[in-house]
Nanobody
Framework: QVQLVESGGGLVQAGGSLRLSCAAS????????MAWFRQAPGKEREFVGG????????YYADSVKGRFTISRDNAKNTVYLQMNSLKPEDTAVYYC?????????????????WGQGTQVTVSS
């Protein structure tokens, strides 16, 4: 089992950047596929990007492709989301999620482990 804690959210102007971090507890982090999801007020939680356990494979929602980059440091038990060229529509609570093994999972129900979320607000 793994526990996840996100950080790095905040208020930024449109066009700006933020880097989110997700720190994981447990010795099996390197075996977990990880992902970022987000949820805006009144909307369903949606997939943002994912990364395989090794970090070799990454995949993104079309809405963030080319602007966001997901990475991980297994030695630090941490996964990151670098967000560039932010838009007001990126405003949401961002969640880190994990599951044992595999890759290319982009559905909420496929991830049993979740962090508490961090707020990202992009002003126009």
């Amino acid at each position: 089992q793994v526990q996840l804690v996100e950080s790095g959210g905040g208020l930024v102007q449109a066009g700006g950047s933020l880097r989110l971090s997700c720190a994981a507890s447990g010795r099996t982090f390197s075996s977990y596929a990880m992902a970022w999801f987000r949820q805006a007020p009144g909307k369903e939680r949606e997939f943002v990007g994912g990364i395989s356990w090794s970090g070799d494979n990454t995949y993104y929602a079309d809405s963030v492709k080319g602007r966001f980059t997901i990475s991980r440091d297994n030695a630090k038990n941490t996964v990151y989301l670098q967000m560039n060229s932010l838009k007001p529509e990126d405003t949401a609570v961002y969640y880190c999620a994990g599951r044992m093994g595999g890759s290319y999972y982009n559905q909420v129900y496929e991830y049993p482990y979740w962090g508490q979320g961090t707020q990202v607000t992009v002003s126009s």
